[in-house]
């Protein structure tokens, strides 16, 4: 969400559009595709406890993140794995409620297409407000939109099949050229999400034509189709093969990666709006060093204000120590600045930071000058700075470890 030059950005946000979302389509299915109720009631059920098992699959994947600080629970979700269990949940509970309720597979298929696209469109362009420099979203949201409009139309189970395989092809492209395009290797959890699902949704198509007993005009159009399974097939292991090569000349030098963001938004002023230059500061850290954020030019920066008593700032401190570990190599840096001001002193920043074994940079705001500059009115509150000191995001909330690597990857 986006106010003025303020991005708004959370974990629940997505969270409650879900709930909204799942509402809309519920009646859009009813009332606009003429869905029977039962039908609609299926997919609002799956689709509301998938979104659920996605939410609270943190608690599974970090076990130990949850009993130091249950309220993480509040913040964060379980990322791509905790998408995979969603999907396998609502794969199995579809199944046995089709199965009991002998519902036809292609009331159903006719019913789920529209609503799934309308749901991934929901989320596309909320990802689209957060980030709307970032051209490979806004294609994915256009996307959704085009298949949205068409899968409302369409009523033929098999075409909503081969829909649903060609948007995934193109969801994977675009994943698999993003990753090219910022240099940060091929296989990434996006890529591994949409090719997946093309590979999924291609052998459903196979197996519900095989219990089709169809004419010999059928069988001639059923050829046709599996031609078309098969090429959507094809285009992504050729995908997958070039994309390699371009990989391999990039490592080796011969092929320079290309920035994501434009150079464009770099408008030179000094300022704490996006495109303007972070302005420089000195504070001391917790060791009592000198620390400047112009000191920091050459790395892209995570510049986070925070307090020892904001839950918040408390649950994303285990994960900015997790990111900043496994990234500290590649020219990443997070630099933390404590609003001192606002504590019962120094003594008790020491104290989480030594509990917390945070070990990136920590400096003291001991009169709130510069959480005043930068606007740090909600906190934890968080700039993304690349490496020539120019403000690439603005992100109020906590921060997952996803959220960050997603971030920090699209302007590296």
Not at 13 to 39: A, D, H, P
Not at 202 to 225: H, P, T, V
Not at 359 to 368: A, I, P
């Amino acid at each position: 969400m986006q106010f003025g030059n303020i991005v708004v950005q959370g974990e629940n946000l997505l969270l409650v559009s879900s709930l909204l979302i799942s509402y809309v389509m519920f009646y859009y299915g009813i009332k606009i595709l003429k869905i029977e109720r039962n039908i609609m009631d299926l997919i609002f059920n799956s689709f509301i406890n998938g979104v659920l098992i996605w939410k609270f699959s943190y608690v599974f994947l970090h076990p130990n993140s949850v009993l130091q600080n249950p309220m993480t629970i509040l913040y964060f979700n379980g990322g791509y794995v905790g998408i995979s269990m969603g999907i396998v949940f609502i794969t199995v509970y579809t199944w046995l409620y089709v199965k009991k309720q002998n519902i036809p597979v292609a009331s159903y298929t006719r019913a789920v297409v529209p609503v799934y696209f309308g749901y991934f469109s929901t989320f596309a362009w909320i990802r689209v407000m957060e980030n709307s420099q970032n051209y490979f979203i806004i294609l994915q949201a256009i996307a959704a939109i085009c298949f949205f409009i068409v899968a409302s139309r369409v009523k033929i189970q098999k075409t909503l099949l081969q829909l649903l395989i060609w948007f995934h092809l193109i969801q994977f492209e675009l994943a698999l050229y993003k990753k090219y395009f910022v240099n940060t290797g091929i296989i990434s959890k996006e890529v591994w999400l949409y090719g997946s699902l093309v590979i999924v949704f291609i052998c459903i198509s196979y197996w519900l034509e095989r219990r089709e007993r169809e004419a010999a005009l059928g069988d001639e159009n059923k050829g046709r189709r599996n031609a078309m399974t098969q090429l959507a097939l094809g285009v992504m292991m050729v995908s997958i093969a070039v994309a390699s090569v371009f990989n391999n000349q990039q490592e080796e030098g011969k092929i320079k990666p290309k920035p994501i963001v434009s150079t464009s938004l770099d408008s030179g002023k000094i300022g704490t709006n996006k495109g303007e230059v972070a302005p420089d500061f000195e504070l001391l850290s917790i060791t009592g060093d000198k620390i400047k954020l112009s000191d920091l030019r050459g790395k892209t920066v995570i510049l986070n204000f925070w307090a020892t008593w904001c839950p918040p700032c408390r649950a994303e401190m285990p994960e900015m120590q997790k990111f900043y570990e496994n990234n500290k190599n590649n020219n990443v840096e997070i630099l933390a600045v404590n609003l001192t001001n606002s504590e019962r002193g120094p003594d008790a920043v020491n104290d989480f930071v030594k509990n917390k074994g945070v070990t990136f940079k920590v400096v003291l705001d001991e009169q709130g000058e510069i959480g005043n500059l930068y606007g740090a009115i909600t906190i934890p509150t968080s700039y993304i700075i690349d490496k020539n000191g120019v403000i690439r995001d603005k992100y109020i909330g906590p921060m997952s470890y996803e959220t960050m690597d997603r971030m920090i990857s699209n302007i590296q």
